[in-house]
């Protein structure tokens, strides 16, 4: 073989092993960007726990069931546990508006974004700052005004905020059922 023939079968193996590695960065891209998978396993007792409950407050007016959820979380240093039941038929009796007042204060990325940063515990308005990525103190106190007034977050002294400890499952949950009412798998 020439060296010409040499060099050209070096070069189609350079671009068969970029291919490859391409191919590769693609898939580990598209896995990383996937949010986390669920897992699907019933448990059987819990289950059917919620489907024999009987009487009020479980049942009324022909409905019938519960709903429940827990979580635990331990982060820096921190751990959260939370479960709860909560009787179907006094949800679907709840009055909408102080319902919308939570969702809608939770309803902007930058508040979604403030409430993950405080979930590595409390921040002062200088990092609450950085964690958004904004300059005006104005807009951060807007956003810390609607979470403040539902309850979400606390305020530690003039300049420190916190998540609310009972919060932490809640809003991980809400996540966790706001990913589920989407397309995303």
């Not at 590595?120 to 103190?137: I, K, M, Y």
């Amino acid at each position: 073989m020439s060296s010409y023939e040499d060099r050209l079968t070096e070069v189609e193996q350079q671009v068969t092993d970029l291919l490859q590695r391409v191919d590769e960065l693609e898939q580990q891209a598209a896995t990383s960007a996937s949010p986390p998978q669920p897992t699907f396993q019933i448990d059987p007792t819990i289950l059917g726990q919620m489907r024999n409950r009987e009487g009020p407050p479980y049942e009324e007016e022909g409905t019938r069931g519960a709903v429940t959820y827990a979580g635990a979380l331990h982060t820096h240093g921190a751990q959260y546990e939370w479960q709860i039941e909560r009787p179907a038929p006094g949800l679907l009796q709840l009055e909408p508006e102080p319902l919308a007042h939570v969702l809608a204060a939770l309803g902007s990325p930058q508040r979604l974004l403030l409430v993950r940063a405080l979930l590595s515990g409390p921040r002062n308005r200088q990092q609450l700052q950085e964690a958004l990525d904004v300059t005006s103190a104005g807009q951060l106190y807007h956003h810390l005004k609607e979470l403040l007034a539902v309850g979400i977050i606390e305020q530690r002294g003039r300049n420190d905020y916190r998540l609310e400890p009972r919060k932490v499952i809640p809003f991980l949950t809400l996540l966790a059922i706001a990913l589920d009412l989407t397309n995303l798998k």
